[in-house]
């Protein structure tokens, strides 16, 4: 039995349809990430699958109890599941160990090592209005979490803050699955946010998902041009300009455009097996340089980490299995 079934959820508003036949499973501890544009139905998902939202047809089971909606309860919501929504709130000018002590159900044993979890052990005595962005998303997860959930649903955690902050917020969430043992659901926007963290990704477009997979496959094999999109820079090559590519060992010139990381291109020393081209643009990235490199009638950017200079010969490789087809 799967710990979450959403099954055939659709939901229609005077626009169209904001969820269309969603289906999908989530194992316990299973990390499962929602990626989408804005709009895409990330969050309007989310609230259904909280209890929160009622959809116009199918279901939403958790530990094979069905998630009753607004409409069928009197106070909305699921026991077991937390939801952190983007606008959550805190008290004004109360202290934090105030706001936590109010939902606290949990030992002081228990309390201690949550806050720790949070990062939030430090900031007991502060007032809410001291707080930064980062700090009081962290206090707010910390009194979600306090009620001991079994599945934790988090609606663009990592939006808005600052490098620093969203450092720190990824270590929390890693934690809150590795010590606290609380499944995570949660929507991004993100490539880097999801990538890293995810062990199945699913994509959304327009209130249809599209693609679901681990991070590797939804980023190496995307179905679409926009699922390649979402998820960091691509080059994709159209099938009349990809001949001189065919060239290349175990690359095939089957009528399909080519899609290829820019990371996947080598810059080697000229050998068999390689393509000549000559650089065209340059830009400094700090970690990488992004090369725009003309390859017969096709122009590629590829990744590399030495710099080169408009009008420089290089030479490219380029593995089979790097190369995915449209």
Known sequence: MSFLNVAEISLQQQEGFALQNINFTQLEFQKVAIAG????GKSTLLKIVAGLLQPASGQVYFE???VLGPEEKLVAGHPGISYLSQHYELPHSLRVEQVLRYANALSAEDAETLYEVCRVSHLLQRRTNQLSGGEKQRIALARLLSSS???LLLDEPFSNLDMVHKKVLKSVIH???EELGVTCLLTSHDPLD???WADEILVMRAGQMLQKG???QIYRQPESEYIAGLFGDYNLIPAAKAKVLATLPGIRANGKELLVRPESFKLVPQQEGTVTGKVKDT??????HAVDVQLGEATVTVKTGSGLAKGDQVHVALAPEDVWYL
């Open 214 to 216: 681990t991070p590797t």
């Open 37 to 40: 544009e804005t709009g895409s």
């Open 64 to 66: 094979g109890e069905r």
């Open 149 to 151: 959930p079994q599945l």
């Open 175 to 177: 934690d809150i699955s």
């Open 283 to 288: 830009r400094y990235y700090g970690s990488y």
């Open 194 to 196: 999801t990538l890293s």
